[in-house]
């Protein structure tokens, strides 16, 4: 990033770090989703891990046998954390978007597994698949 957006210290957290000048000072709002494991808050596994204690690997490469979250995890972001990964399938010729897990980096509360349930629903929609857990 280079010197690009101002300076901002993350309390509890060691380095420098950059803010796009006009988010300085807002409140923040977060919200619910899933990202591909290309998203650029996740794209620098070492940084998601120091910003978020966030560990992440896609395991597409990996044995089945060897893998933890699953082929193609998606990393699940909820408010102002990374909190776990989805592993679901498209199930083309079948219609539906197979849910294979949901991996809780901690446990989720009741408000996050039905945040993250509605963005599984949104990602079927937009997929034109239906749901199955």
Same mark, same amino acid.
């Given at each position: 990033?280079?010197?690009?957006? +101002?300076? !901002?210290?993350?309390?509890?957290?060691?380095?420098?770090?950059?803010?796009?000048?006009?988010?300085?000072?807002?409140? %923040? =709002?977060?919200?619910?989703? *899933?990202?591909?494991? %290309?998203?650029?808050?996740?794209?620098?596994?070492?940084?998601?891990?120091?910003?978020?204690?966030? +560990?992440?690997? *896609?395991?597409?490469?990996?044995?089945?046998? @060897?893998?933890?979250?699953?082929? %193609?995890?998606?990393?699940?972001?909820?408010? +102002?954390?990374?909190?776990?990964?989805? $592993?679901?399938?498209? $199930?083309?010729?079948?219609?539906?978007?197979?849910?294979?897990?949901?991996?809780?980096?901690?446990? %989720?509360? @009741? =408000?996050?597994? /039905?945040?993250?349930?509605?963005?599984?629903? /949104? *990602? !079927?929609?937009?997929?034109?698949? $239906?749901?199955? /857990?």
């Amino acid at each position: 990033m280079g010197q690009a957006g +101002e300076q !901002a210290v993350v309390a509890g957290l060691p380095g420098t770090w950059r803010v796009h000048p006009p988010y300085l000072g807002l409140p %923040f =709002s977060g919200r619910t989703a *899933l990202l591909s494991p %290309f998203d650029r808050l996740v794209h620098d596994r070492v940084r998601a891990e120091v910003l978020f204690g966030f +560990e992440y690997i *896609l395991e597409m490469y990996k044995p089945k046998q @060897k893998r933890r979250w699953g082929y %193609f995890a998606l990393p699940i972001l909820c408010r +102002e954390g990374l909190v776990g990964k989805l $592993d679901a399938t498209a $199930d083309r010729k079948g219609g539906r978007l197979v849910v294979n897990a949901i991996h809780e980096d901690m446990p %989720f509360s @009741k =408000s996050t597994m /039905d945040a993250v349930r509605r963005e599984i629903t /949104d *990602l !079927a929609t937009w997929l034109r698949l $239906d749901v199955c /857990d």
